[in-house]
């Protein structure tokens, strides 16, 4: 029985192994991080973005984001041209009737795109980037696409409701301090319905697991203090198996070829199940005291406000990463999923940006969260210890929180701020 | 409408530019005439943009809107919407051809397939031969599943034959991982039969295949993740460490699992 994707599975490997045997025998580990020609390639993106100008393009909210957290990743600095350039595009993306942004100016605002302006700000900073979020508007935004009945949201106006709205308008709530009652009510369900016997989570109910899907869903439950009936051991399993033992890198879907952008998509999951099984031993201790915050829930008709009250102080929590204390490796491979990425998604030709896997072209969606990929295989594959593969003076990234994918550092400012 | 034709079909991402036409059609619906065809259009040019970018999720979600409409309006059972279902049969299995992972392709199939009430031994005939044209495409096994859980209930019966789709898979090529992805939803089917013979029965033919597949394949995982969910605590220990011994990799996961 011939079986094309197999065969590209072995074919990939073979790939993988070989780059990664001449890394070796060239440098006694992995490739260094070329990190100046990755910083020049997102600059290069961040020159395409003019500061107002209508054009089709729907996802240049995204390359801002992707370019702006890449190089924050890189612990690049922005130009304060460029930093106010930015600023003043992402102004622009508004959606002023409905809320919201929109993929560039002019557009209709969408949930995806409003997460990543929102993280572009965010990684930004600085009072002219909080300026441009009006909280009332978001949170405005956000409740007309909740459909009431699911606890699910449409990504835009019209348009189809899924595990990556969830996570979009959670994320988007989060830093832009509207995250209350209203807004995350139903995600646990929504999402624990999505969830398939492979362990991983669909788009929709009854969709195939997917590695995108998967992070959104459960970091969205992450943020809402609300993991619905999610079975985390399953997630767990069919997570770990989806990297690849010769690759190192993560695959998307059971049965699909390893791709660089899954190093986040996937890995990312992992800081988040350590701190969602805290969180629920956590609740599980407080339920049976029956005392919450100081207050004390006496009969069970009073169960409603103790969820309530749970959701809340298990987000905070959550958030807080007050619960990181293990410091025993995580359940994947942090160290192959390094190798994989300076292995095989830099260019054989010494260019800058990264790719999804050999013989495929660089672009600043994979760059990003290649990036992303290798700071938090650096910093969460052991709690509090730092690994970093190859020679640390190239290949040492900022630390990412992964509940958002922005830097640690500007998201623990900005949430400061956020009064 | 030319103009957002022309914007959907180059720039599918342009939410915008799909609402425009859902409002035109609105809009257009009110009157008889206008109102003719116009889901041709509608199908036309959605398919012109799916053409370009197959995974397009404004794409799709047009189709979707566009079928649901009519279906809305005529009625699943006049010949008009029975045609226009067919077709998008059709044309899925033709994308089925050029991308069988395609994950959008597959859901939408799966909301034409009930709205045109194919029965469900019609469409686990189409997931057969996609699976003998290429068993490693998990996106057909995952559809079995999909639609034999719309239906209901999973007998005993139709269990059997799936577990043997599946071991023929496992005794072929038993480091491909879709049959045995395929085989965790069959064991919680198996779970959940009435009779507690039958299942008792099930579970534990299913773990004689993977007690053999192991033995006749030492060096493959899949079996040992297959025994370590359904053998007793002691046995399931010495999965585990087998495990952590064929495959280094995951061994914090064995760990924490233990």
Redesign the interface.
Known sequence: MPSTSASAIEDLAATARELHRDAFARNGSAEPLRGDAHAEYLRGGLGALPQVFVSLDASRAWMAYWCVHGLAVLGRVLDDEVRTRVVGFLDACVDARRGGFGGGPGQMGHLATTYAATAALVTIGGDDAREVIARADVKRFLMSLKEKETGGFRVHEGGEADARGCYAAMASAHMCGCLDNDVRSGVGAYVSRCQTYEGGIGGEPGGEAHGGYTYCGLAACALAGDFGTLDLENLERWLVNRQGEIEGGFSGRTNKLVDGCYSFWQGGCFPLLRRANDVMLLQFMERSKMTVGGRTVVGSDDLGLEARVLGACAATMFTSGAFESSSTPAAFSSGALQGWILDCCQSDNGAGGLRDKPGTGRDHYHTCYCLSGLSLAQHHGRCGLVEVVGPAESNALVEIEPLVNVVKHKYETWMRALT | MAMTEK?VT??P????G??RR?EAVELGAETAEAARDWWSEELRVSEIALRNAPKS??SW?HR?WTVSRMIRTMGRESETVRMTLERERALCSRLLDADD?N?HC??YR?FIVQSLGVTTEEELEYTLKKI?D??????AW?QR??IL??RGDVDSATLKGEFELASNAFY??P????AW?YH??LI?RARALKIPDERDAAIASALEICREVAELEPGCKWPL?ARASLEDEKSRRDVLDRLSSI?P??V??YR??A
Not at chain 2, 134 to 139: A, Q
Not at chain 2, 175 to 178: A, G, I
Request: glycine letters at 2%.
């Open positions: 914007l180059t720039c991402e342009v939410t915008t799909w609402n859902k999720y404004p979600y979707k992972r994950f597959w859901a799966r003998e290429n068993f490693s495409n998990y996106s995952h599943s999909a859980d719309a072929t090529e480091e491909d991982q879709s992805m965790r939803w919680a993740l495959d990799a995951r914090g996961y924490d699992v």
